[in-house]
Nanobody, 126 residues
Framework: QVQLAESGGGLVQSGGSLRLACDASGFTYNYYAIGWFLQRPGEEREGIAFISISDSVPYYRESVKGRLTISRDTVKNTVSLEMTNLKPEDTSVYYC???????????????????WGQGTQVTVSS
């Protein structure tokens, strides 16, 4: 059974940092494109960082560029999202997702992913 599990969320002050992790079971990340999304109450899920199977240059949403780093560890079968200089507007539930893709293709919309974690809450206080 394919499962993703996020961890690392929590409460942090503005300007602080967090490292989110997404552990996979039932499959290996080697054959999947990875995405991180956030979803605020009453809003649609929004993609913020994406990486392809070939780990070509990651894509970041403009609002997080320079503050987030997405990475994949194929030995530990986990993906991470390093977040720095956090702002109150970053407060949200964060989800990781995995989707089958080829080569350097990045998947950038929620409908392209068929495996999701349960989400982890990140709260940034001002």
């Amino acid at each position: 059974q394919v499962q993703l599990a996020e961890s690392g969320g929590g409460l942090v002050q503005s300007g602080g940092s967090l490292r989110l992790a997404c552990d996979a079971s039932g499959f290996t990340y080697n054959y999947y494109a990875i995405g991180w999304f956030l979803q605020r109450p009453g809003e649609e899920r929004e993609g913020i960082a994406f990486i392809s199977i070939s780990d070509s240059v990651p894509y970041y949403r403009e609002s997080v560029k320079g503050r987030l780093t997405i990475s994949r560890d194929t030995v530990k079968n986990t993906v991470s999202l390093e977040m720095t200089n956090l702002k109150p507007e970053d407060t949200s539930v964060y989800y990781c997702a995995a989707g089958r893709a080829l080569g350097g293709l990045q998947l950038r919309t929620p409908t392209e992913y068929d495996n999701w974690g349960q989400g982890t809450q990140v709260t940034v206080s001002s």
